[in-house]
């Protein structure tokens, strides 16, 4: 009997497997932007680096969803990175730290 379900639900199992596939697939590049560029220090991080240096591959260690002009343009145009402190400052202790510093 659930061998007759997925036989008559190819079309939509395969679908819906190639979704969650997409979606793994890119999870640990917005993860990582959301922990690293969700407040004003790591925007700050991300604005300042070398657009050409940052890759672009979900797979890559390094990526990010997130790019440099993105950044700076958050920064420049809102206020929420400015009212909180992200998890990957708040890990490393810069939370109490002034912007200036960087």
């Given at each position: 009997m659930l061998i007759k379900y997925f036989l008559g639900?190819?079309?939509?199992?395969?679908?819906?497997?190639?979704?969650l596939v997409i979606a793994l697939t890119?999870?640990?590049?917005?993860?990582?932007?959301?922990?690293?560029?969700?407040?004003?220090?790591?925007?700050?991080v991300i604005a300042l680096l070398d657009p050409e240096e940052?890759?672009?591959?979900?797979?890559?260690?390094?990526?990010l969803a997130i790019r440099p002009a993105v950044a700076y343009w958050l920064l420049t145009n809102f206020d929420w990175p400015y009212e909180r402190c992200g998890k990957a400052m708040t890990a490393m202790g810069g939370c109490s730290q002034p912007l200036v510093n960087l």
């Amino acid at each position: 009997m659930l061998i007759k379900y997925f036989l008559g639900h190819k079309k939509a199992l395969t679908l819906c497997g190639g979704c969650l596939v997409i979606a793994l697939t890119l999870f640990p590049m917005f993860y990582r932007s959301w922990a690293f560029g969700s407040d004003a220090w790591g925007l700050t991080v991300i604005a300042l680096l070398d657009p050409e240096e940052l890759p672009w591959s979900p797979s890559d260690f390094n990526s990010l969803a997130i790019r440099p002009a993105v950044a700076y343009w958050l920064l420049t145009n809102f206020d929420w990175p400015y009212e909180r402190c992200g998890k990957a400052m708040t890990a490393m202790g810069g939370c109490s730290q002034p912007l200036v510093n960087l």
